[in-house]
């Protein structure tokens, strides 16, 4: 007997030993990244096909949930294609002859393909695109200098903080005054994680909405999701907001950093989509990491990932499939090896970017998939 408890204490020690050598919250998990998805909803688009590769997308996530330890999605904007709620085409080689569309059908595309997303119980959260918002036209020439993008009321409708997609959820913490900023909470190898849903171009307002919800959460690390932040060739910000919100008090991408991002150690990550490449035979690119360095002297990982220029279908020919593919963007947390693993991959042509040495949207394989070390905001 006395050999026996001899041999337990070993084993116990042994056991602490190497728990000791190994993160009690040892995991990964993942979270999603939704890119720009209006091609999908788009109703002047070849339709069913893109509200099935939405349904598809979402139904990807909720079947691999387990597998990948999918822990939250992010939606970067451009929900839908036609904010407004109705707008005019011409009809071609009709001269002054118009064809009127009522976009409830795109947000209820959105909504229901998001509803299979949001039956799994997986946390999630949502930001407005220049598409989004109440007055976005194309058939007014779109926003411009007696026109800056406002409203938020049919967003408020299908995707605010009342919605049947938040009220009541315990993982969202709540919203801006307006409805157009939101913050959600998410858990990771144990870990609890901040993710702050910024509208495009957030005015100071927002900001000091945001700065409100770090400072009620110290010490947890926080990710930032927001429409427009950077370019997908240069490694410049985006800072084209003057064509969007003129006379406003809407602030560019470096604004942002300078006032917000780089003063708060907490943040760790910023992403967006908005910005693409000119599609080259159903090609385009949308994806570029920048790194910089915040006040306190940590990095900053600032991605895009927008799919939406990229129309080759599972037949590999360019324009047969609504722009965007079926292309996701996937973070793999490690928490033994430290390291954040992204790739890219497409429900619709059931491939991955990036792999083989393919430059899948016509830049380097390494923007489709590639890892980064954990910043010591996940290390505390």
Known sequence: MKMFRQFGAALALGAAVLASAVPAWAEVFTVAVVSDTQNYSDITLAQPRGADTYAQQMQYLADTRAEKNLVFATFVGDIVQHGDGQFRRGVDGAEGEYRYFDTREEWDIATRSIAILARTGV???MVLGNHDYDNYSW???GPGASKPLSGGRTWNLYFGPQSRFFAGKSWYGGASA????SFQTFTGGGKTFLNLSLEMEPPQSALDWAQGVIDAH???????TTHEWLQPGPLDRSNGYANYFPGTDHLSPDQIWDRFIRKNAAIFMVLS?????RPVLGVSN??????????AGHPVYQMIQDYQGNTVGPDGQPDTANGGAGWLRFMAFDTEAKKIRFYTYSTLREKHAGRNGEATFGVAPELSEFELDFPPQLLN
């Open 273 to 277: 989509g908005h910005n693409y490449t």
């Open 218 to 224: 110290p010490g947890v690390p926080v990710m930032v």
């Open 139 to 141: 058939w007014e020439g």
């Open 178 to 181: 307006d409805g157009l900023n």
């Open 123 to 125: 946390p999630f959260g």
């Open 286 to 295: 949308g994806e570029n990491l920048r790194i910089d360095t915040n006040d």
